[in-house]
T-cell receptor
Framework: GAGVSQSPSNKVTEKGKDVELRCDPI?????LYWYRQSLGQGLEFLIY????????KSGLPSDRFSAERTGGSVSTLTIQRTQQEDSAVYLC?????????????FGPGTRLTVT | DQQVKQNSPSLSVQEGRISILNCDYT??????FLWYKKYPAEGPTFLIS?????DKNEDGRFTVFLNKSAKHLSLHIVPSQPGDSAVYVC???????????FGTGTSLTVIP
């Protein structure tokens, strides 16, 4: 079946602009995660959704970052007033169960470059 | 602050030999550990995991060992195959069960 998809695959934006990154999880997966992979760093947890709610937003690096999930499916990560340090690959993952399910299926990522 | 560390950025192994990939962590509250395999331009793929109540978990050619006192885990691949060439990422779970910490990865090259 179809895996996790993300769009766009690449995004170049000017500093100060807003961007939206989209994640389509595997159908039926209740849990959805957003991560950020910066150059030379490990994957950084951003936010976790169980259904449409986000019980853990502690990883969001600033109030410029927000995310939502609708219909228990598609999720959007929004970065407002982008800064150069936001440049990274943003990865989405979904899981068939809730918290405690460790088998996460990752999308290919969105490479964000802020100029 | 990197709570999960993979200090070897790369490793080369001859086909048929054992590959040993290492991972260290700092947070004693971590209770579940995972290894992911990652190809360029793709997201990580789950490979194998281990709970802190165990010290070894085996799945085919892949075995993960956990040394809690040393806060160290390792992934053994034996025999190594050229198709195993990829980046291997170690991850640990905080006790919340929904926040994962990842290492920076080790690039494994298996030489035919």
């Amino acid at each position: 079946g179809a895996g996790v998809s993300q769009s766009p695959s690449n995004k170049v934006t000017e500093k100060g602009k807003d961007v939206e990154l989209r994640c389509d999880p595997i159908s039926g997966h209740t849990a959805l995660y957003w991560y950020r992979q910066s150059l030379g760093q490990g994957l950084e947890f951003l936010i976790y959704f169980q259904g449409n709610s986000a019980p853990d937003k502690s990883g969001l690096p600033s109030d410029r970052f927000s995310a939502e999930r609708t219909g228990g499916s598609v999720s959007t990560l929004t970065i407002q007033r982008t800064q150069q340090e936001d440049s990274a690959v943003y990865l989405c993952a979904s899981s068939p169960q809730g918290a405690g399910s460790y088998e996460q299926y990752f999308g290919p990522g969105t490479r964000l470059t802020v100029t | 602050d990197q709570q999960v560390k993979q200090n070897s950025p790369s490793l080369s192994v001859q086909e048929g030999r054992i590959s040993i990939l290492n991972c260290d962590y700092t947070n004693s509250m971590f209770d579940y550990f995972l290894w992911y395999k990652k190809y360029p331009a793709e997201g990580p793929t789950f490979l194998i995991s281990i709970s802190s109540i165990k010290d070894k978990n085996e799945d085919g050619r892949f075995t993960v060992f956990l040394n809690k006192s040393a806060k160290h885990l390792s992934l053994h691949i034996v025999p190594s195959q050229p198709g195993d060439s990829a980046v291997y990422v170690c991850a640990a779970d905080s006790n919340t069960g929904n926040q994962f910490y990842f290492g920076t990865g080790t690039s494994l090259t298996v030489i035919p």
